[in-house]
């Protein structure tokens, strides 16, 4: 039965599921953590770091995660597991997939009339809007901690995040090599 809802719950986030894998990542969190109560929130923050850390997309990638998670905490087994990451991750494809091949042929038949033209124009601050409630989604207390609860895990982790946006944004630091710099600087510094 877990693999039907899987299937079913991976398959609308990827009908509703605009702006990528970063702006996925609400929906996920809404449906895996808060609604179906298969993971953790803490599972679910060390998801999107892996996700983040292997090659891909992070919304493909994180699907995998989820489904293979869920059943193993549903006590299914390392080998059930795997399915789990398969019909996570195809259900999440499969919109993608079928929504392509019809515009495909659609879209290069009327690309250039108003009607089309003003539907990407309707999406713009819709798919801005994901990827920022993704952002708001991920400062949790899981991530950076909170000055009351401890101080010094707060700080480091406000420092990071700045220092990360900075390099990349202003000083032109290759986003890899800030990942590897981060993550150095948080063993360090946190434990």
């Known amino acids: ?3 039907l809802e899987l299937f079913y719950t991976f398959f609308l986030i990827g009908v509703f599921g605009f702006g990528g894998g970063y702006g996925m990542l609400s929906l996920i969190q809404t449906e895996v953590v808060h609604n ?3 993971m953790t ?3 679910f923050t060390d998801i999107v770091a892996i996700s983040q850390m292997t090659p891909g997309p992070i919304g493909i990638n994180s699907a995998t995660y989820c489904g293979y998670t869920a059943v193993q905490n549903a006590g299914m087994g390392e080998g059930m597991a795997v399915l ?5 991750t195809t259900a999440l494809v499969l919109p ?3 929504l392509m091949i019809i515009i495909c042929r659609i879209f290069l038949k009327y690309m250039h009339t108003p009607l089309v033209q003003s539907v990407f124009e ?3 601050p819709a798919v801005v809007g994901l990827l920022a409630a993704a952002c708001l989604l991920l400062m949790t207390t899981d991530n950076f901690s909170a000055p009351s609860i401890d101080p010094w895990h707060f700080w480091i982790s406000i420092f990071i ?3 990360t946006f900075v390099g990349v944004k202003f000083v032109n630091i290759n986003p890899i090599r800030m990942i590897v710099y981060s993550a150095i600087a948080g063993l ?3 434990y």
């Open 1 to 3: 039965m877990i693999f």
């Open 36 to 38: 179906h109560h298969w």
């Open 41 to 43: 929130p803490s599972e």
């Open 84 to 88: 789990g990451s398969v019909v996570a």
């Open 96 to 98: 993608s997939l079928i």
């Open 122 to 124: 309707a999406l713009r």
């Open 161 to 163: 995040f700045v220092a």
């Open 188 to 190: 360090v510094l946190l």
